[in-house]
């Protein structure tokens, strides 16, 4: 279980020192980049493809090789195949006839390019989202994601919302992820040497050799939260009182850069996503960059 | 002597548990500075006592006072600022993600200035010995460095009475060494804490100032150790064991030779004993 995909890996790289709430701020915002409308699948592609040229290095940067995704998501081709049959086999629009057709079956039924294009182009989308979240998860903190949202809440503190509450339960709850998976590698072992087995039989006998997992993983779980509220509560735990914080986050000059480069590049999609849809001739500008017929 | 701790009549019974009374009458008290151990067997109402002690859980009857401050729900902010508990599992009570935030986890919660927190961290990291691992997460730490992280954040709060309610219980021997070795130079770095441990191991008990033996939810031994353990047939009676030195010193009296009181350790025994050869010689 060490390599978990999308774990926080403890390098000293630029990224890993980078500010988790700006980090927060350049995943949503490169998040949206991905789902802009950018006109037609030429200009779609191609602006994509900067995106990931743009991720692909901040994951070197970051000491993620950018391979490993395909390696580590194998659910991930699943995926393709099934986003591939729906677009490609079920007819999209009622007008077909500016589409161009791949294969015309004898009794009329027309596959389109436009089902694998638009395949490749949902699923480019989904790559490059995984990769974005990737980035920020093996690059902070687990506690440091907890900060940032934190900070991030600050607004609902205005109307009284308990956002420290939040925080604390997220927190306590990202603590014990090792500690319970730990206890369910424990449990399993003791399991197995009762002679349950995990591995093989039917999804149904699967399913039941898992309650023999779950429900003792359940009960301790509630034996501890019992002993760990005694725990706080000894050491003055207020949840409506108020509270010091022993970390705080600091924004350093390379987060301001940051923040500009994020916002740069937010201005340069948008513009590319404006100027798609307002100007019509951008198909033309294209044929005559790279002398294909745009879609 | 200053009264820390005075607990009078106190009565309790677990709301599962109808008929059964898990502490019943139970009155003493605890002077500033004592190292006092409760011992028992399983289910003899130690644990129990433990929290009702810290307020962690409130009693049917009877009165605790902390500080000369009765507790109650009123002033639970000053019972907090007097009395902490170290459990028996480390993972259980480490509620930061490092040992520095599990540490300073007590401080956030008194409202206590940063600079004066990274100052008390540091400060309780170092007496614990942890002050190489701050940026650690529990599950890169052993039971026992958790165990003094853990110590270190009661600590820092600068309390009166600290209980360690079986810290060591789930702790390897040597884990269970350093612990020990770790109260001592407590109470000699602050001579005011007061200590109580609950625990298991007579060997501790028979190092403290003093013993508390609970049986079925009642005191039924109290005093210094070396007075409370004479009784041998009484103490085993209620399935405990008395200290190995004692055992050791019982089978020399058998040959004669008579080592005073006070005598409590292995190191001390061998000390006299080559005294006595040194005089015959």
Redesign the interface.
Known sequence: MSNVFGKFKPYNTIIHRLDPRLKFFALIALMVMCFLPYGNYANRFIVLGVLALIIVVIMIIAKINPVSIFSSLKSLWVMMIFLLIIFVFVQQGVDTSSLHPMIIFPNGYTLYWEGLLQTLHVFLRLILMLCLTLILTSTTAPMDITYALDWYLYPLKLIKFPTQIVTMIISLALRFIPTLLDESQKIMKAQKSRGVDYNRGFISKKIKSITTLIIPLLVSCFSRSVELSLAMDARGYDPYGKRTSYKILKFHVRDLVSLFVTLLIMSLFIMACAYSSFYPGADNILKLLFGVEAF | MNKVLEVKNLNFTYDSQEGKQTIKNVSFSVNEGEYVTLIGHNGSGKSTLA?LL?Y?LEPQSGEIYINGVLENEKNI?KI??SI??V?Q?P????????V??DI???????????EK??EL?NKYANLVGMEKYLNK???ELSGGQKQRV?IA??LA?GLKVVIFDEATAMLDPEGVEDIKDLILEMRKENPELTFISITHDIEEAYLSDRVIILNDGEIFLEGKPEDVFEDEKKILSIGLDIPFVLKLKNKIALKGINVPKDVRTIDGLSEFLCGRLKQKI
């Open positions: 929290k810290a962690l902010r907090r600022q902490g508990v459990f599992n993972d259980n009570q480490f509620i930061g993600s490092t520095e935030s300073a986890f007590g401080l956030e919660n008194r409202a206590i200035p940063r927190m990274i961290v997460s529990p599950e853990a954040g009661i709060l």
